[in-house]
């Protein structure tokens, strides 16, 4: 297992992250705690949850699988999404913060949380109001670092702004949506991210587990599969190329004796900008096969294949400005200059 810092602070995290949305959704106790102690003695540290998994039973559960093992993990929650029915039981306001920390912090049986995320944009909460709330937890102990999910790029420099001027806590982290098949991000985030020093740990590496190895180019949908039951199955994100992405992966996989699922992790860990890359798994005979991602890198040749299939053009303005480099440093005059 490979350790990154999370962005320009002095964490380190595990470059392969367990995600618990399964604990209580498919995965008992037994076979939670069993995951946990599969990916620790793997060399795995880090560990996703939040508040709003199975109504907070994946934080309980993960709460007790790390029982006597609290300091060989880094434990990630989020906040935001709806906890009860009362008006103030969902979002980033400091009632809800204030609220949804000690309860999260009672259900992982801790008395602080290594990273503290916010789920989703609260379009109704000032950033300053979450930022100093954030600032506040950190402060008295109960989070040690920051991060935000889903963020368009201006909200997450805007919030950077509000932070780095008034001396609060920054985030530290950003966690998007990051495959094969969904890189999004790469036009204005990615960037961003690396200008602002801010660690990435990617959700759903394997496209809701499109890239594992059970779908066919130009099928999305597999019997036994989140498509086939309904839930977490993100396809509407996918490349309009992904049947083409996915053959150039099962291609790619085949040349190195390797699992598609293997590969496609490995090649967001590959990313110049990538911390960590969030798996999940239902019990721990499949997570071991995942954590097989772990610990080397695609070959050059391999990792220029996917580079390339999974390429998305890009949008204006970049589009228009993607020849200015060029222009710049060759000095052509423009037609109707002198």
């Keep these: 297992m490979h350790y990154r810092n999370l962005g320009r602070a002095g964490l380190k995290v595990s470059e392969i992250c367990l995600g618990t949305m399964t604990f209580g959704n498919g995965a008992d106790q037994d076979g939670a705690t069993a995951m946990v102690n599969a990916a620790l003695d793997a060399g795995v540290t880090l560990f996703d949850t939040a508040n709003s998994y199975v109504g907070g039973v994946s934080e309980t559960m993960l709460g007790e699988a790390l029982k006597g093992r609290r300091h060989d993990a880094i434990i990630a929650s989020k906040f935001f999404n709806p906890m009860g029915g009362r008006p103030n039981d969902s979002g980033m306001s400091r009632l809800h913060i204030k609220q949804q920390i000690e309860g999260s912090l009672k259900r992982l049986q801790t008395d602080y949380i290594d990273v503290y995320f916010i789920h989703h944009v609260d379009h109704q909460t000032p950033l300053e109001e979450m ?64 200008l602002k020093g801010l660690g990435c740990v990617a959700w759903s590496p394997m496209a809701s587990g499109y890239l594992a190895g059970k779908y066919t180019p130009g099928s999305l949908k597999v019997q036994g599969t989140r498509s086939a039951e309904g839930w977490g199955f993100q396809s509407r994100f996918f490349a309009a190329n992904h049947g083409e ?53 695609l070959p050059a040749g391999a990792l220029e294949k996917l580079n390339k299939v999974s390429a998305q053009a890009n949008r204006y303005p970049r589009s228009f400005e993607d020849p200015m480099p060029e222009r710049r440093h060759s000095a052509v005059r423009m037609p109707g200059m002198n």
């Excluded at 085949?254 to 900008?273: G, H, N, T, Y």
């Design 245 to 297: 992405i996915l053959q150039t992966l099962l291609d790619v996989a085949k040349e190195l004796a390797r699992s598609p699922a293997e590969v496609a992790l490995r090649w967001v860990m590959d990313q110049p900008f990538m911390t960590s890359a969030i798996v999940g798994a239902r019990n721990v005979e499949q997570l071991r096969l995942t954590l097989k991602a772990g610990g080397w890198r």
């Design 131 to 194: 930022l100093r709330a954030l600032d506040d937890l950190v402060r008295e102990g109960k989070v040690l670092y920051t991060g935000c999910s889903n963020f368009e790029a201006w909200r997450l420099m805007e919030a950077l702004w509000v932070s780095d001027t008034r001396g609060w806590e920054r985030f530290a982290c950003y966690q998007p949506q990051y495959s094969l098949v969904v890189r999004d991000i790469d036009e204005e985030i990615v960037p961003a991210l690396q």
